[in-house]
């Protein structure tokens, strides 16, 4: 009889469990979904704020061009001269797109799926902490603080939060997501509980949503090192789960690493970080909470404490957050994106420990679900913005006030890629148009080219760009903090524009519009307030150009500096710096010889060219002449026809004929393809042979 009353008390507290848990999520997930305001997801219109619209160009051109012809990475001539599109990028959130489109307008699947990250967290963060062994409250607890960690409204720029999601880093929310879901599966797996398999798998799905996201969970499993007797059993069990993750996002991280030099470092530090931002106001609650689960798991709880592992497991990655934080800058990345993952982690830890707290009251499961409603009244009384900016971003860029006058502005600007490129006056004023980068869209809406993008470590030549911008621009961006810019300059700009190919400049600024309009060499030729639109009158030959002068050759050792030096020459160089050893040019040592040699060339060569996209056809009238091709450096060109392509500064592409007609194609598919294919496929044939094994021996009687 006591047997029966006992089962029957347990299951009426796992019934009682359950319900809580449920009723606590379905509120989380409520609260969530009234912020990202559904109805306003379906509609079909192009979503504003921060980044987010210059990522839409990106869905469009994976769905409609690459996953046509199987790839998920080809080259897009739209902005910084050309760079590859999704190479450098994470494909995972544009690849759900890409299938949610084929049942709804790729504006509303473009927007449904840029919040379905910050979506899953709550959810994926209750499994991830069940996976760890822990059972009621602490999974549903667990969903509350990474949902309160979502309304933090400070540093919208670092990533994970909801407001960080707003401003375009939607894939950063789906890295986070599945990356404290794999927290979860390598703890299991390393308590022999579970299957690397599905450890691995997350970690390369993680690897696909979000690099720094997988760099952070795939650190934060080396705890098992520090936390067991028997390292070696468990590096070799890590191993294999690391292993096997990169092999199963290797078709797309294989390429990503061998090619990774081709990009340019963002290793700036970026903010001044104050203890405001470390520590919001938000998080206090969960940060006392996991100061007071440090003193009771290290003092007088007992080792055997099911919630004491999972705490410092959970300690530890913040720790390792931290430690990349600090790396960051010699990794080449922006080291502040890493220390959302260290306030998430320290937020988990604080509900870990306050699951213990009541799971220890005489009504765990009452206290638990006023917990959850007061997080959830704490949350959205704090917030500030949110709602407005969901509003913002989600009517869409066709609802804002200065959309009328730049669609007029694409409008008069269309054409093609093979057309010359359109530079863009960098201004505030642009908010008004859905967000401060609302120009990079014009490539989308035009069709022409312009100069500036939102994937700038994607290019070598983003940083001769943002130089131009420095000179062009009455108000410049200048991104990089450690590079040296210029003063506004626009005859010094007029001349360079020359080098990239620019035949129209839109100003906005009435400093810039002023000087353009002084001078003899540029005309109006709209105005599209406040848009104004000039034409350079002499803009050049088009992509290619042949030289007037023999190019010289430095050292290609510290070949960025040199590069971006030989760009700020005031006046410009006319003499090419081609960056090799090969020694048919003439070598110079830029850094002592100011002044390049000028060696006139014949002038009478003539030269054809066609642009088509991925092709670049060239006739020309004189074999051996070199030729200047306005497009951005990067491996993957490869030439008949011609010696090259060599790198020239300020990061551009320079061929000699030993034909009259010369080809330029981008490999869609290189070694690293091939082999970053087959590793995948092995990876995926030995899921399927270890999964039906285990059927087999599941089988037997």
């Known amino acids: 009889m006591t047997e029966i009353m006992s089962r029957r008390l347990q299951w009426s507290s796992r019934r009682r469990s359950l319900l809580t848990d449920v009723f606590g999520l379905g ?14 997801l379906v509609i079909p219109t192009i979503p504003a704020g921060g980044d987010t619209p210059c990522h839409f160009p990106t869905a469009v051109f994976l769905r409609e061009q690459l996953l046509p012809q199987g790839r998920i990475h080809g080259w897009y001539p739209g902005a910084y001269l050309g760079h590859p599109l999704l190479l450098y990028y994470f494909p995972l959130p544009f690849l759900i797109m890409a299938f949610v489109s084929l049942m709804t307008p790729m504006p509303a699947a473009f927007k449904i799926v840029t919040a379905l990250g910050v979506l899953l967290l709550p959810p994926l963060t209750f499994l991830a902490l069940r996976r760890m062994g822990l059972r009621f409250p602490a999974p549903l607890l667990g969903a ?20 960080s999601m707003l401003a375009g880093e939607f894939a950063y929310s789906f890295g986070t997501a599945l990356a404290v879901l794999f927290l979860g599966l390598v703890f299991r797996d390393q308590n022999g509980s579970g299957r690397r398999w599905s450890a691995a798998f997350m970690l390369a799905l993680t690897a696909l949503a979000h690099g ?46 061998a090619e990774w030099r081709w990009t340019t470092p963002y290793n700036d530090p970026w903010i001044d970080i104050g203890w405001r931002n470390l520590a919001p106001p938000l998080l206090w609650p969960m940060f006392m909470m996991s100061a007071i689960g440090l003193v009771v798991f290290m003092g007088g709880a007992r080792r ?82 949110l709602r407005r900016w969901i509003e913002w971003n989600y009517t869409g860029l066709e609802t804002k ?19 010359p490129r359109v530079a863009v006056e960098y201004s505030p004023e642009h908010e008004k148009a859905g967000s401060i980068r609302a120009y990079e869209t014009l490539p989308f809406f035009s ?61 906005l600024s009435a400093r810039l519009i002023d000087a353009l309009d002084a001078r003899a060499d540029v005309e109006r030729a709209a105005h599209v307030p406040p848009y104004v639109v000039f034409n350079v009158k002499n803009p050049g030959p088009g992509y290619v150009e042949p030289l007037a002068y023999a190019p010289v050759r430095c050292s290609p050792s510290r070949w960025r500096e040199k590069a971006y030096a030989d760009l700020r020459r005031k006046p410009p160089a006319r003499v090419p710096l081609v960056l090799t050893d090969d020694e048919r040019f003439t070598l ?36 051996g002449h070199p030729l200047l091709v306005k497009v951005s450096y990067h491996p993957r060109w490869r030439v008949r026809g011609a010696d090259g392509p060599f790198l020239v500064a300020p990061s551009l592409m320079l061929v000699v004929p030993r034909e009259a007609l010369v080809e330029m194609s981008y490999a869609a598919r290189t070694w690293s393809d091939g082999l970053g294919g087959a590793l995948t496929l092995l990876a995926l044939l030995a899921w399927a042979g270890d999964r039906a094994r285990g059927k087999v021996t599941a089988s037997r009687p």
């Open 588 to 623: 110079v040592n830029p850094e002592n010889d100011f002044a390049l040699p000028e060696v006139r060339l014949p002038d009478d060569v003539q030269v054809d060219e066609e642009i088509h996209g991925e092709r670049i056809l060239i006739r020309t009238s004189r074999i």
């Open 212 to 257: 720094y996201a997988v760099l952070w969970a795939g650190l934060s499993a080396t705890f098992f090192l520090f936390a067991r007797r028997d390292r070696g059993a468990v590096l070799r069990r890590l191993s294999i789960v690391w292993g096997l993750a990169f092999a199963g996002a290797a078709f797309w991280l294989l390429p990503l690493l």
């Open 447 to 507: 069709g022409r080219s312009t100069l500036e993008g939102v994937y700038n470590q994607a290019s070598l030549s983003s940083p001769a760009v943002y130089y131009l911008a420095s000179e062009l621009s009455a108000v410049a961006p200048n991104p990089y903090q450690t590079l040296a810019y210029s003063s506004f300059d626009p005859e010094t700009a007029l001349e360079r524009l020359r080098l990239f190919n620019v035949s129209q400049v839109v100003a």
């Open 304 to 385: 055997a404490d099911p919630m004491r592992a999972p705490f410092f497991f959970l300690l530890h990655a913040a720790a390792v957050a931290v430690a990349l934080a600090i790396a960051g800058s010699a990794l080449g990345v922006v080291n502040v994106r890493f220390l959302p993952f260290a306030q998430l982690s320290v937020c988990l830890a604080g509900a870990v420990a306050l699951a213990r707290i009541v799971a220890c009251l005489r009504a765990p499961h009452l206290t638990a679900l006023g917990l959850t409603i007061l997080a959830v009244v704490f949350a959205d009384a704090g917030n500030r913005v």
């Open 27 to 40: 509120l989380l997930l409520f609260l969530v979904l009234d912020y990202l305001r559904p109805s306003l």
């Open 144 to 163: 509350v603080a990474a949902t309160v960690f979502l309304f933090l409204e400070e540093n919208p720029i670092w990533g994970g939060t909801m407001a």
């Open 401 to 419: 006030e200065l959309w009328p006058a730049f669609d007029r502005l694409a409008r008069e600007l269309r054409g093609s890629a093979a057309d």
